[in-house]
């Protein structure tokens, strides 16, 4: 079964624009990570943050990470039409660094 | 770096068919190598691990003798669906790790198998 929700499952914004996608997560995780798909391709990794880490940035991405409240969200900013895929957050709560994956936010970024 | 080569990208055949998918890893070494299974619109759900030089973990429900995997090195990994059948349609991604602990996972593109 999925160990995250993601919310929301799908988001339309123009161009410009933020978007933020959120994740929950249900059990005690050694890091999380965000992955992007473009329709019908593989998955392309974004960033890691590790548990003991609150905030984390590359370029136009920006994740914080709440073990508190066991959630993460991802921030796009100045988004790009070409930010249109879908985008997963994923768990790794054990040394075999298996993942655990949300279901996914679908973001389209209209020009 | 860190490049993962799944082939074939799109297998359509007969059912009763069996279909290999490989999975390697271009430019390092992978101790595991994961098999995901994702259905339209939906997100991916692992079916085994793979390690080199030992058995696949299989993930509950997923059949072991349908979905056959053999980690024969560090580079290479295949699925293998045996018998194909119509409901075994399915996108199905590999996904590679290095050796070192809390490092992403590194994806192959894809096959999109379709069963007819």
């Known amino acids: 079964s999925q160990q995250g929700e993601e919310d929301p499952q799908a988001l339309s914004i123009q161009e410009g624009e933020n978007a933020t996608m959120n994740c929950s997560y249900k059990t005690s995780i050694n890091n999380l990570q965000w992955y992007r798909q473009n329709s019908g391709r593989g998955l392309v990794h974004l960033i890691l943050i590790r548990s003991n880490e609150r905030e984390k940035h590359s370029g136009r991405l920006r994740v914080t990470l709440d073990t508190s409240k066991k959630s993460s969200s991802l921030l796009i900013t100045a988004s790009r039409a070409a930010d249109t895929a879908s985008y997963f957050c994923a768990t790794g709560y054990n040394a075999g660094n298996m993942l655990t994956f949300g279901g996914g936010t679908r973001l389209m970024v209209k020009p | 770096g860190a490049v993962v080569s799944q082939h074939p990208s799109r297998v359509i055949c007969k059912s009763g068919t069996s279909v290999k998918i490989e999975c390697r890893s271009l430019?390092?070494?992978?101790?595991?190598m994961f098999w995901y299974r994702q259905f339209p619109k939906q997100s991916l759900m692992l079916m085994a691990t793979s390690n080199e030089g030992s058995k696949a973990t299989y993930e509950q429900g997923v059949e072991k003798d349908k979905f056959l995997i053999n980690h024969a090195s560090l580079t290479l990994s295949t699925l293998t669906v045996t018998s194909a059948h119509p409901e075994d349609s399915s996108f199905y991604i590999c996904s590679a790790l290095p050796g070192q602990a809390n490092q992403p996972q590194h994806f192959g593109d894809g096959t999109r198998l379709s069963i007819l």
């Open positions: 430019d390092f070494q992978a101790t595991t």
